[in-house]
């Protein structure tokens, strides 16, 4: 007889899931497929932007109008001043891209807020011949103006823009969103 107990081998049970070496292909080849696949967002991204900055524009108009009917007019659109908040895309009358609000005037001309309108980052909002406001009157009609065109596009882009869209305001208050713009 020996002098040491015979050495019983104790069997692990099967252990299921990844090594840490398949794990870091799995990752590398995920980050490769998503760095090939991000430049096709691109215009996807200008798309929504353009799309969310068309939509503030025409719930601000819409906003407008129902408000001078319910108050019986003085109602402005105003373009928001250049440098609000570090916003540097309105320096013009006809530049709308640091957003706009809504505003009631009571017979002194004091203006009083009645909502504002964020614009996306890196879009382009402007109004040709604008003087940086918009009337509306007693029965919701745009004054001054026979038709205003809103073009919105990407920073940097124009209005051949796939991405780029109008608005058209007739004088009588319509509002028409449509892909080429001007009006």
Not at 102 to 124: C, E, H, M, N
Request: positive net charge; charged residues 15%.
């Amino acid at each position: 007889m020996s002098a040491f107990p015979p050495i019983r081998r104790v069997q692990r049970p099967f252990v299921h899931g990844f090594t840490a070496i398949e794990l870091m292909v799995t990752i590398a080849i995920v980050a490769i497929l998503a760095a090939l696949a991000a430049p096709s967002f691109n215009p996807l991204l200008e798309r929504w932007r353009v799309r969310n900055g068309t939509e503030a524009m025409v719930s601000a108009l819409y906003f407008a109008r129902s408000e001078a009917l319910k108050r019986g007019g003085n109602i402005q659109i105003k373009k928001t001043p250049d440098s609000t908040d570090g916003c540097t895309q309105a320096p013009t009358n006809e530049d709308w891209g640091c957003g706009w609000g809504v505003y009631s005037a009571d017979d002194s001309g004091t203006l009083t807020l009645l909502r504002s309108f964020a614009v996306p980052t890196r879009i382009q909002v402007s109004i040709k011949d604008s003087s940086g406001a918009i009337q509306i009157d007693r029965w919701g009609a745009v004054t001054g103006v026979s038709a205003k065109g809103v073009s919105v596009t990407p920073v940097g882009g124009d209005n051949s823009s796939p991405a780029a869209q109008g608005i058209c305001v007739a004088a009588g208050g319509r509002v028409k969103v449509i892909g080429n713009p001007p009006c």
